[in-house]
């Protein structure tokens, strides 16, 4: 079943409850009825490609510290944005030396960027439906060595050269 069909379900659900009993209040039915929502969870924010290995089983390499830092998993999945080419690709984390730096493509990934591109690394997190009103996200600005430059739990709409990073 898609999330289309299941949605649709749910709607119908409502329908019925409420048509059964007009005067019931239709958030009361809702909070009972668990739902997720996908959300940023961790980020590493324009990290520089120091690495792009196509003969290497896929993921992408990432300094251990900069995982940690944004609450990233080893093994976990990753969605990648390139800035400088549009490209847009999911992976899963792989630890690279801690202090390192290093944030590598590997296998297909690999064709993705060029060495030197500016990436953002992002995780997701299923959280319930009320615990998403009071989600933070990990958010990781790195300076151009990927060296942690300030980290935060909140990230707001704006210019790079705005946030005063």
């Known amino acids: 079943m898609n999330l289309y069909s299941q949605t649709g379900l749910f709607v119908i659900l409502l329908e019925s409850l409420y048509l059964k ?6 958030s009361k039915i809702k909070g009972e009825i668990s739902m997720k929502i996908d959300m940023l969870c961790g980020k590493i924010h324009r990290a520089t490609v120091t690495q792009a290995e196509l003969n290497y089983v896929g993921s992408i390499t990432v300094d251990e510290g900069l995982l940690d830092a944004a609450g990233i998993r080893e093994y976990q999945k990753v969605q990648i944005v390139d800035i400088d080419n549009g490209s847009r ?3 899963y984390t792989i630890s690279g030396e801690r202090g390192s730096g290093i944030i590598c493509l590997n296998g297909a990934a690999a064709r993705c960027v060029s060495v030197g591109d500016k990436v953002i690394i992002m995780a997701y997190c299923s959280c319930d439906y009320e615990e998403a009103k009071d989600h933070k996200p990990r958010v990781v600005f790195v300076d151009e060595g990927n060296k ?6 909140y990230e707001k709409h704006g210019r790079i050269e705005d946030l005063n990073l």
Do not use: P
């Open 89 to 91: 690709f999911e992976t």
């Open 21 to 26: 009993n007009e005067t019931q209040d239709l």
């Open 148 to 153: 942690v430059h300030r980290l935060t739990r």
